[in-house]
């Protein structure tokens, strides 16, 4: 299915367009109750096979190759389920040679992790705002300088428990905020995805 | 002039930061921010660290009072030559440590608290040269204006309210389109009674998302029953209604729509 | 799979202070293994503690929710391993038990 005919086919599902089928596989019983199930519990001192983080050094067909910080070599199997996020849910065309990567999903028999989830670039800061200008926040995070890019459109501030919103203007320089977002590999610079700010 | 004004200054300058090791608060949370314990050993950072206050005190106090002695200048000269070796040693052994030189808080040893020592070597020497003639008070303000404007502890005394003020007058990210970001669509998501009925089969974080009208589509990868599916969700853009959330559970292979959620109608009847 | 905690030393709860949210955390040093239990789709997994975080105090009342289900105020960071198998990266903080 095209990209635009799979949108339009669950735009329909969710609004009802179309028939459910095999509704009797669930019953009068919500999915909820049905799927409560045992959680995996690893040893926590042990790495999880089922995820991986490093820098891809390759990228082949649909398979990312990574270096892990620990030097150990991940291979990242994507498909078309997998879910893609660089500053925002995004396509594989988007991911570069370079980049950082948090990966999880199922190890597979040959060493391959067949991704569920591809987080590119990501990073999750605690800093202070220092200063601002127009789209550029300023941040220190304990003790670096971090430069936060607004990317308009994109860029979500949360204030307290509000919903997510687009306006900015409630930051306040001299404030400690969280910040979600893409990192420009090899700079000291980030794209904001969402600032959490305590008003 | 120059010379006897910065007696003063340095006398100052080492009251404050003698007077902020021994008054201060919390002495033994800054001392341990410092790499003194690498010097001195583990548990003796609090004692060093308050001897270096006792001393800086007894040289402010002997350079403020008369006479003006050449000793006077020599002592504050080490003192502050000290400073600068232990803040190229701690930078060295610990870069994320602490100076500690006006208590905590001033963040890892960067060009500002070097410079700063280095100036406050200089400032000694001259101190040392000072002569009996009288001190300049605008000299020593600005000696001093010199010091504050180095001291990262003290930026949330005037750089911070001088920014604050900026952005009060014009905020620099006022005005931005107004737009309802995605995470408000996802968290519309994750607080409605349709996510916490699937919530268990998702596998994936966010797939997809668009907008049709009035609603957002989110789209996530789920599993069920051992094959692979996807769960879409329907949110309304214009208000946040968790409740009103819809969704379904869909095979896309087969373009089966599997299972669905509508707010006003029971769960899994066709 | 590693967590930092609040109240893993004197030191980190001096920087840390939970009990200024009305918190009040057990003193639990490196190593104590948790349980953490998203609220959101009952996903779990065990962690150890390997460091001193997050700074409870400055984020006092915080809430978070998935359907009815809320935490308030932060008391645990993950690292990326252990976060991601129980929510989303993208997500930044998510409601959970801790056990």
Redesign the interface.
């Known amino acids: 299915m095209s990209s635009l005919g799979r949108r339009r086919f669950l735009s329909s599902a969710a609004l009802g367009g179309a028939a459910v089928v095999g509704a009797t596989a669930f019953g009068s019983v919500a999915p909820e109750q049905a799927l409560a199930s045992p959680s995996l519990e690893l040893d926590p001192a042990l790495p999880d096979p089922n995820f991986a983080e490093g820098r891809i050094s390759a990228i082949t067909g649909s398979m990312l190759m990574v270096t892990g910080s620990d030097r150990t070599l991940h291979r990242i199997h994507v498909t078309d389920g997998t879910s893609l996020w660089k500053l925002r849910p995004t396509t594989f065309d988007a991911i570069k040679v370079g980049d950082g990567l948090y990966a999880r999903g199922l190890k597979l028999d040959d060493g391959t992790l067949a991704a569920d989830s591809v987080w590119v670039n990501i990073v999750n800061l605690t800093a202070h705002i220092t200063a601002m200008e127009r789209d550029v926040l300023h941040l220190d995070h304990h003790g670096d300088r971090v430069v936060g890019h607004v990317v308009a459109g994109t860029t979500a501030a949360v204030y307290n428990d509000t919903p997510a919103v687009s306006d900015l203007s409630l930051l306040q320089v001299g404030k400690h905020v969280q910040v979600i977002g893409a990192w420009r590999p090899d700079t000291n610079e980030v794209d904001i995805a969402t600032v959490f700010a305590a008003a | 002039m120059l010379l006897s004004s910065q007696v003063f200054v340095v006398a100052i300058v080492l009251a404050w930061t003698g007077g902020v090791k021994l008054f201060g608060p919390?002495p033994g949370?800054a001392a341990?921010r410092t790499a003194l314990d690498r010097l001195v050993g583990k548990g003796r950072e609090l004692t060093a660290y308050r001897a270096v206050g006792v001393v800086e005190l007894l040289i402010a106090a002997a350079l403020a009072l008369p006479p003006v002695e050449f000793a006077e200048g020599l002592a504050a000269t080490a003192l502050a030559l000290g400073f600068v070796a232990y803040l190229v040693y701690a930078r060295r052994v610990r870069p994320?440590s602490d100076c500690g030189c006006m208590g905590g808080k001033g963040?890892?040893i960067g060009w500002r608290s070097l410079s700063r020592a280095c100036l406050l070597v200089l400032a000694s020497a001259m101190a040392a040269g000072a002569g009996q003639e009288a001190a300049s008070p605008l000299v020593v303000l600005a000696g001093l204006a010199v010091f504050v404007a180095l001291s990262a502890e003290l930026d949330?005394y005037w750089l911070?309210p001088l920014?604050?003020l900026r952005?009060r007058l014009s905020?620099?990210?006022?005005?931005?389109?107004?737009?309802?970001?995605?995470?408000?669509g996802?968290?519309?998501v994750?607080?409605?009674?349709a996510?916490?009925?699937?919530?268990?089969?998702?596998?994936?974080?966010?797939?997809?998302?668009?907008t049709?009208g009035e609603?957002r589509?989110v789209?996530?990868?789920a599993r069920?029953?051992d094959r692979?599916a996807?769960v879409?969700?329907?949110v309304p853009t214009d208000r946040?209604v968790p409740e009103e959330v819809?969704?379904?559970?869909?095979d896309?292979s087969t373009?089966?729509?599997?299972?669905?959620f509508?707010p006003t109608a029971?769960?899994?009847?066709? | 799979m590693q967590c930092a905690w609040p109240n893993a030393s004197n030191n980190c709860f001096d920087i840390t202070r939970p009990d200024k949210c009305g918190k009040n955390l057990v003193r639990r040093t490196c190593g104590h293994q948790f349980t953490i239990t998203s609220l959101c789709n009952n996903k779990a997994v065990r962690v150890k503690i390997a460091d001193c975080g997050p700074q409870t105090d400055l984020w006092c009342g915080e809430k978070t929710c998935c359907g009815a289900k809320c935490g308030t105020n932060r008391i645990m960071d993950l690292t990326p391993a252990a976060y991601s198998a129980i929510g989303s990266l993208s997500g930044g903080r998510l409601p959970c038990t801790v056990a």
Not at chain 2, 171 to 184: C, D, E, F, I, Q
Not at chain 2, 190 to 193: D, G
Not at chain 2, 195 to 210: I, K, M, N
Not at chain 2, 255 to 260: I, N, Y
């Open positions: 919390a949370l341990r994320e963040g890892p949330r911070l920014r604050r952005v905020h620099p990210l006022a005005g931005l389109p107004v737009r309802v970001p995605l995470a408000a996802v968290e519309q994750e607080r409605s009674p996510y916490r009925a699937v919530a268990g089969l998702l596998r994936s974080d966010v797939r997809d998302t668009w049709e609603w589509f789209s996530y990868s069920y029953q692979a996807t879409v969700f329907a946040f819809q969704a379904a559970l869909v896309e373009e089966e729509t599997l299972w669905r509508a029971s769960v899994g009847l066709a």
